[in-house]
């Protein structure tokens, strides 16, 4: 199995340099910089955090016009040691595609999986149906996008391990999912109405967990996520 991956949503730098030092310096981990900390502090967090030897989830959600998501692959790509990047898969195949295609261009891209988000983990059914005027449900729409994202190039998605098996299906295995809306209880929590524990993530086939403030929030944060990967099959 693979590590879970910390989602690093701080309101400071300082907040997020205290907390990863918490743990073991030789203790490596997999993190994601989502926006709120990339608007912070641009690429010096993502040159910091791999300089102390971890991996890199780089979880900007570009939605734009090609050429624009194409080029800012590009310099996503030359930052290095970035191992997962997004988009949203609503912006079409031209967007898709001209996403890998930047990612290629550099070779600090090429070692980059493309992951175009589905539906967010904080949409509900009724969301999906009357805000975003799409009819179907959730799972139609999720499974529509991932079947879109591969066709033009993306490596996997986003969604929540609620719709992992029929998008193995649509797809096939080597199809990355990645879940996040982790929580150790499978209730809506906070702004999340799709989640699944670990466990149930696991049994539906996803290859990686974003877990943010039940290991963040946590009392012992260091015991919080070990418990996190016990769940998920790591320890």
């Given at each position: 199995m693979t590590l879970p991956i910390i989602a690093l949503d701080f309101?400071?730098?300082?907040?997020?340099?205290?907390?990863?030092?918490?743990?073991?310096?030789?203790?490596?981990?997999?993190?994601?910089?989502?926006?709120?900390?990339?608007?912070?502090?641009?690429?010096?967090?993502?040159?910091?955090?791999?300089?102390?030897?971890?991996?890199?989830?780089?979880d900007l959600k570009l939605h734009d016009i090609p050429n624009t998501?194409?080029?800012?692959?590009?310099?996503?790509?030359?930052?290095?040691?970035?191992?997962?990047?997004?988009?949203?898969?609503?912006g079409g195949s031209k967007m898709i595609t001209a996403a890998k295609?930047?990612?290629?261009?550099?070779?600090?891209?090429?070692?980059?999986?493309?992951?175009?988000?589905?539906?967010?983990?904080?949409?509900?059914?009724?969301?999906?149906?009357?805000?975003?005027?799409?009819?179907?449900?959730?799972?139609?729409?999720?499974?529509?996008?991932?079947?879109?994202?591969?066709?033009?190039?993306?490596?996997?998605?986003?969604?929540?391990?609620?719709?992992?098996?029929?998008?193995?299906?649509?797809?096939?295995?080597?199809?990355?999912?990645?879940?996040?809306?982790?929580?150790?209880?499978?209730?809506?929590?906070?702004?999340?109405?799709?989640?699944?524990?670990?466990?149930?993530?696991?049994?539906?086939?996803?290859?990686?967990?974003?877990?943010?403030?039940?290991?963040?929030?946590?009392?012992?944060?260091?015991?919080?996520?070990?418990?996190?990967?016990?769940?998920?099959?790591?320890?």
């Amino acid at each position: 199995m693979t590590l879970p991956i910390i989602a690093l949503d701080f309101e400071s730098t300082d907040d997020l340099y205290n907390f990863l030092d918490k743990f073991p310096k030789d203790e490596h981990l997999f993190v994601k910089i989502g926006m709120e900390m990339f608007y912070q502090a641009g690429p010096s967090i993502v040159k910091e955090i791999s300089r102390r030897g971890h991996d890199i989830f780089l979880d900007l959600k570009l939605h734009d016009i090609p050429n624009t998501v194409k080029r800012a692959m590009h310099i996503i790509g030359e930052l290095g040691n970035i191992k997962l990047t997004t988009i949203h898969a609503a912006g079409g195949s031209k967007m898709i595609t001209a996403a890998k295609e930047g990612l290629l261009s550099t070779p600090g891209g090429q070692d980059t999986k493309l992951l175009a988000i589905t539906q967010l983990t904080s949409t509900s059914q009724q969301q999906l149906n009357s805000e975003q005027n799409i009819s179907g449900t959730i799972m139609d729409s999720v499974v529509n996008y991932a079947q879109l994202a591969k066709q033009n190039g993306a490596d996997g998605v986003v969604s929540s391990g609620l719709e992992v098996t029929a998008i193995k299906q649509a797809t096939d295995n080597d199809f990355l999912c990645v879940t996040p809306g982790i929580r150790l209880i499978a209730e809506p929590d906070q702004d999340q109405t799709r989640v699944v524990t670990p466990e149930i993530a696991r049994a539906n086939g996803s290859d990686y967990i974003v877990v943010g403030r039940p290991i963040t929030r946590a009392t012992d944060v260091v015991a919080a996520y070990q418990k996190i990967k016990t769940n998920w099959g790591q320890n």
